[in-house]
């Protein structure tokens, strides 16, 4: 088993009274999409800001890349990207500008801007001031400014929020790009859709604690109930009926329900992540 890209071990930190984060620990694999899975208020984004050096835990400890993370580490900081939810590019300037800036702020002296500009589709308003760039073009923006340094690390907090549906695909494809060379990439969401498509493993954090770890397939199969609905026609009549299918009954409940009329459609139905967060914490995820 690979060394762990990023270790974290019983971290804390409170807001005054408020306690944000609750003595979590977790490791992210070199090559793994690990999805943080709660809604607003959870604790993701105070997780982000201690593991990016932006806060200190009051209490245990992080490691990314075999280096120790207690706020701002340089060694540590060249070899990360980071995209957060909030956009803080410089407006007036060019995709270009931006990019050779923050390129410079990393000691690179020869940045492949064509190359990152081109792999989120911006090459053709390189040029362009950001200010009249769509919220999805800026977002794309960002993600290419976290790749400027080539991260073996990647920190994304809620990455596709708000964004169209292809602007939303894009990045997705890059998160499974930069995954599958080998970065390790820890990304906050809400969306329990983007979760279970992006990552390889979730945690369920809500008020600063875990409830769960592991695949989200897994966590379906072990927490969720299977379902098939089935459209019969009895008469003039269309009757809908719901057969659990996780039940030792389940095959004598489908049999009648196929026998009682002309079926017009059955399709089967699984939990959801959101079914089962709600399950174990009794709160949504919006």
């Not at 019983?10 to 977790?26: E, N, T």
């Not at 943080?36 to 984004?45: D, T, V």
């Not at 706020?71 to 803080?88: L, P, S, T, W």
């Not at 770890?213 to 269309?238: F, M, N, Y």
Request: aromatic share 6%; net charge negative; charged share 25%.
């Amino acid at each position: 088993m690979s060394t762990p890209a990023i270790s974290v071990s019983s971290i804390r930190y409170s807001y005054g009274k408020q306690l944000a984060v609750d003595g979590i620990s977790f490791d992210v694999s070199p090559g793994e999409i690990f999805g943080f899975l709660g809604p607003n208020g959870a604790g993701k984004s105070t997780t982000i800001k201690m593991l990016t050096g932006q806060l200190i835990p009051q209490d245990g400890s992080i490691t990314i890349l075999g280096m120790p993370v207690l706020g701002h580490n340089r060694d540590v900081h060249k070899r990360m990207g980071v995209c957060f939810e909030e956009k803080n590019l410089y407006l007036q300037m060019s995709a270009v500008e931006n990019l050779k800036f923050f390129a410079g702020l990393h000691g690179i002296k020869d940045p492949d801007i064509k190359g990152l500009l081109q792999q989120v589709d911006l090459w053709n308003r390189a040029k362009d001031r950001v200010s009249s760039y769509s919220k999805g073009m800026r977002q794309r923006l960002m993600m290419a400014r976290a790749l400027i340094n080539d991260p073996e690390v990647l920190f994304l907090d809620e990455p596709t929020d708000g964004l169209d549906p292809v602007s939303a695909k894009a990045i997705r494809d890059i998160i499974q790009k930069r995954a599958s060379q080998g970065a390790a990439v820890l990304l906050t969401t809400h969306d329990m859709n983007e979760a279970d498509k992006l990552s390889d493993r979730v945690a369920f954090i809500n008020e600063g604690k875990f409830y769960a770890i592991d695949t989200p397939e897994h966590l379906k199969l072990l927490h969720g109930k299977r379902s098939a609905t089935v459209r019969v026609k009895q008469g003039d009549e269309i009757t809908e009926l719901r057969i659990p299918l996780d039940e030792d009954v389940s095959g004598e409940g489908l049999k009648q329900a196929v026998g009682s009329g002309e079926v017009l459609t059955i399709h089967t139905e699984e939990a959801t992540l959101e079914d089962i967060f709600i399950a174990m914490t009794g709160r949504g995820l919006q």
